[in-house]
């Protein structure tokens, strides 16, 4: 079993940064992919990074350019960093883990998940 816990979030202006954490336990070890997903109120929950080991990445098109993640494998901490933030990146953001060979923005493929930290950003 593999425990993500989120931090980070907060409310902030447009054009504005915030940086948010993910810090596994457990079986950490295990944990090939991490990635980062958000979900707005009344949407559909959508990834926006993910990273495989410390190798490949992928961001989803809205995000790309603006967001990074990056990890500390020593302490199991991956990070998001997101700048010029826009009041469309306005979320609940999760971290996933899973043991999957490749960076991954799909839910399905991640069996862990955070219990999210909540990012609001005002025009």
């Known amino acids: 079993q593999v425990q993500l816990v989120e931090s980070g979030g907060d409310s902030v202006q447009t054009g504005r940064s915030l940086r948010l954490s993910c810090t596994a336990s457990?079986?950490?070890?295990?944990?090939?992919?991490v990635a980062w997903f958000r979900q707005a109120v009344g949407r559909a929950r959508e990834g926006v990074a993910s990273r495989f080991r410390q190798c490949d990445v992928d961001y989803s098109d809205s995000v790309v350019g603006r967001f990074s993640i990056y990890e500390d494998p020593y302490k199991h901490i991956w990070y998001l960093q997101m700048n010029n933030l826009k009041p469309e990146d306005s979320a609940m953001y999760y971290c996933?883990?899973?043991?999957?060979?490749?960076?991954?923005?799909?839910?399905?493929?991640?069996?862990?998940w955070g219990q999210g930290t909540q990012v609001a950003v005002s025009s």
């Open positions: 996933a883990a899973g043991s999957n060979w490749s960076p991954s923005l799909t839910v399905s493929d991640y069996d862990y």
């Open positions: 457990g079986a950490a070890y295990a944990v090939n992919s």
